[in-house]
């Protein structure tokens, strides 16, 4: 019997239909504010995996964006703002209370945000949008989980690196602090060293915490909105640009604190350029970041490196730098290859890097793991010298200070990993169990972020440790009745054996 061209068009649509799931679409808040550059693109690495999946954005941010940073249905509106910077100069690195106070000052001057007029037009205009769910880049600013409550939606975070005291303490996920190292532990202690620092951080922590709570407090009133401890336990999900199986510390998290390590370089994945391809010398790349620049350096750093460098001819060094004598350090050295910025990502997927020299923040790193590629670390700041330090421990590198930085220090640390394979096989190794996961992070995210929606905040997915108070959550009154009974029992019998 034959079929009709009709029918046949029939069958071939309920073929399409069943075979390709209809999306719905929604519509989310990505709220990226004082966050660094680095930091950004993982917000928007995320954002992109959700424009993929059909939804509809929109951003705000404190950073312009490019054409190239994200594509698709998407609404970016720039609040132009940098946070005033502390002036340090009358003050000495290691004076840690002055350090701590301009902390401090910090943490409460990232609250002028709030002020700003073009802030208060989108956050006031009307009528207002509906948002199914809100993104926010979370960078110790807890105090902007009232946007969510003015916009009554969901709110999820994302987080640049493994989950620390604080996103652990908003999701009320257990920190077994005597084995797993923090993030921004630079010694990644262990044990009762561990558990002290521990105390100490969560004493920071519980200061920060009440700088944020008084600029909620100022810009999201009460009753017209949620308390700051209600909206800080309803976060319904932690994104982090981490991957524990390989990057490690193994720690136990709940199952609304998914890793999505690598997503950066998932959205960012794309074929070498011809002159990438053509390059067919061994290779060294460079980079001490976005935020470092050489033209503030001093003559001696400069000259360190390029001496260092003048001793590897039979590499071609790749060096992202912006300070002078660009073009007199390209002649003197033709190997070593100036730049104010090399396509990083590209260089290490060539299969032709044999080093990376970087200042190890956590794109770096994770980039560097994922193409197998061995380090030589140079910490500046932050969380770069915890990173670093659980590098050089599983002997993906080594790491060097760069206070006092001689040339030969440099020329035996790299000629030590460039002559030795036991560095290499123990980054190959890694990058292959950071390759190796049942789902890619693009994916990953997305399921859980849709998921947050389908469920209306996914309250199921909740830490019931959120009801609790922190004496109760550290089990104090339990601990406080069992030894206290106790002294009350050895006292009472004390006293009746004076008795007899």
Known sequence: MKRSPASLWSLLWLFSAASFPLVESHHILGLFVNVHRSQLMVHLAVCQALIQKGHQLTLVTTLPLDDHDIRGNVTHILIPWEQPREDSDHHTPSDFFLRLERMFNRLEKSGDFLNLPEWKVFLQGAPNPHFDLMLLGYHFNDYLLGVAAHFKCPVAIISTQQPTGFVNSLM???????????????????????????????????????????????????????????????????????????????????????????????????????????????????????????????????????????????????????????????????????????????????????????????GSVSEALYYGVPMLGLPLLGDQRANLQRMQAKKWGLTLSTHNLTHNELHKAMARILGGSEYTKAISKASQLYRDRPMNSSDLATFWLEYIIRHDGARNLYSPSRQLTWIENLSIDVYVTIYGGLILIVIVLRKMNSLL
């Open 172 to 362: 009320g996920n257990p920190e077994e602090r005597w084995y797993v190292p923090q993030p921004y532990d630079s010694q990644q202690r262990s044990g009762i060293s561990a558990w002290i620092f521990g105390i100490w951080e969560k004493l920071m922590e519980i200061m920060a915490r009440r700088v944020m709570q008084k600029i909620y407090s100022l810009h999201f009133p009460e009753p017209q909105y949620p308390g700051f401890e209600t909206m800080r336990r309803s976060v319904a999900l932690t994104l982090s640009n981490h991957h524990a199986i390989s990057e490690g510390p193994i720690a136990p998290v709940l199952p609304n604190m998914v890793d999505i390590g690598g997503i950066l370089l998932e959205q960012n994945i794309k074929e070498n350029s011809q002159e990438i391809s053509a390059i067919n010398r061994s290779i060294i790349v460079f980079s001490l970041g976005t935020r470092f620049t050489w033209q503030k350096s001093p003559h001696s750093l400069i000259s360190t490196f390029t001496k260092a460098f003048s001793q590897f001819p039979n590499y071609d060094i790749y060096w992202t730098y912006d300070g002078a004598n660009q073009s007199i350090i390209s002649v003197d050295y033709p190997h070593i290859k100036i730049s104010k910025w090399w396509p990083q990502c590209e260089l290490l997927a060539s299969g032709k890097v044999r080093l990376f020299i970087t200042h190890g923040g956590k």
